[in-house]
């Protein structure tokens, strides 16, 4: 079984094929006369395996002007190289980021254009600017050592938590988010947003487990849900949906940048704060297994709740359930890109397709009620 730390393979696009295409894309969407030039594009080993990152830089004239603008491409996977998920509404993402940035202050990068056609570059894609910042990287993990953060002291590592918190509070206390985003509703089956989230995440369970792939481990977690569901979801606010420090750039230990909104939904705000705990804390379960002393003081739950209920007056509730479900979660991810690496040649497939889930041994714990105590 892997150990997340090495570097998986996520595209096998030629970029200079896109970089043309995307230089000619370009010249419809400027002025007559504009001549937009790129002169490379490049991929990233950015955090992530969802949809595909391209940086580029851009050339243009417009009103006599040169213009020259660093930018970057979110362009939806190809099918053959084993999406971790079913389907990419890019536009959807887009709308996200540009309603946050319209009606917040949650510093996401300024957005260009959508084009929702795959004819121009093969796959429908979104363009931004490009933001600089520092990024807390998984490969390797950021707290198992040699990173800028894990390096850091322990009071710019508060100051990091603290104001990735004080986002998701933002973020939640936009007004009327469903009327304002009901585009991000699931749109499955369920009266309450909570129940078509948790049904669109079994939708998409299903898609990873075909061809070969069911998990017994995730259809028991799928079963734990429904034994311990909240008797009170809470009021209905928007979601970043994966909001991790690996999903943000900082600068001064503060984002700069909240990135990667595919999985951004309507639904209760513990779905982010358990999110946000989970994911460090995956990390750091990894850490143990290796034996590497990892950052147990960081994003630990009751200080994020603390923090969480002082900035927005909402107590966090349920979070076993909520930090369960983001394991889950979690878990489908390493199924997809297990099979990912199983597609490229990278590993054999193991006699257990549970063990291409390499958060296995907490979720089992999780199931036995032993783990978040």
Not at 137 to 155: E, H, I, R, T
Not at 277 to 296: S, T
Not at 322 to 345: E, S
């Amino acid at each position: 079984m892997s150990d997340g730390t090495t570097e998986l393979r996520r595209s096998s696009r030629d970029h200079e094929e896109i970089r043309r295409r995307l230089e000619a894309w370009l010249a419809t969407r400027l002025p007559a006369g504009a001549a937009p030039t790129i002169a490379s594009l490049e991929g990233t080993s950015a955090n992530g395996m969802s949809s595909e990152t391209l940086l580029f830089d851009a050339r243009w004239t417009q009103a006599g002007v040169d213009r020259f603008e660093r930018l970057v491409a979110r362009v939806a996977p190809d099918a053959d190289d084993v999406p971790v998920f079913p389907s990419y509404d890019l536009v959807q993402q887009y709308e996200a980021i540009r309603k946050v940035g319209e009606l917040t202050s949650v510093p996401v990068p300024p957005v260009w254009w959508s084009e929702p056609d795959p004819v121009p570059i093969g796959a429908p894609f979104f363009v931004m600017g490009r933001v600089d910042g520092q990024v807390p990287p998984d490969v390797m993990p950021y707290n198992f050592g040699d990173s800028w953060l894990f390096d850091a002291s322990a009071a710019d590592q508060r100051r990091l938590q603290d104001s990735t918190v004080a986002v998701l509070a933002e973020l939640h206390g936009i007004d009327r988010p469903g009327q304002q985003f009901a585009f991000l509703d699931p749109g499955t089956a369920g009266d309450t947003p909570l129940r078509r989230r948790v049904a669109r995440t079994r939708d998409w369970y299903d898609f990873a487990a075909a061809g070969g792939f069911a998990s017994p481990l995730i259809e028991r977690c799928f079963a734990w849900l429904d034994d311990h569901w909240p008797s009170y979801e809470g009021p209905t606010v928007v979601c970043w949906g994966d909001a991790r420090i690996g999903n943000a750039m900082y600068r001064d230990f503060v984002p700069v940048a909240v990135l990667d909104w595919e999985m951004a939904t309507l639904g209760p705000r513990e779905l982010d704060v358990a999110w946000l705990v989970y994911g460090h804390r995956i990390f750091d379960d990894i850490a143990a297994g290796l034996e590497l002393p990892g950052m147990p003081h960081f994003l630990r739950r009751d200080d994020v709740a603390a923090t969480y209920e002082s900035l927005t007056g909402h107590t966090p509730r349920d979070l076993d359930f909520y930090g369960t479900y983001a394991a889950l979660q979690y878990g489908i991810v390493f199924l997809r890109t297990g099979h990912r690496q199983v597609h490229f040649g990278e590993i054999e497939m193991p006699a257990d397709v549970d063990d291409l889930i390499m958060n296995r041994e907490p979720l089992e714990r999780m199931l036995a009620g032993a783990y978040w105590t």
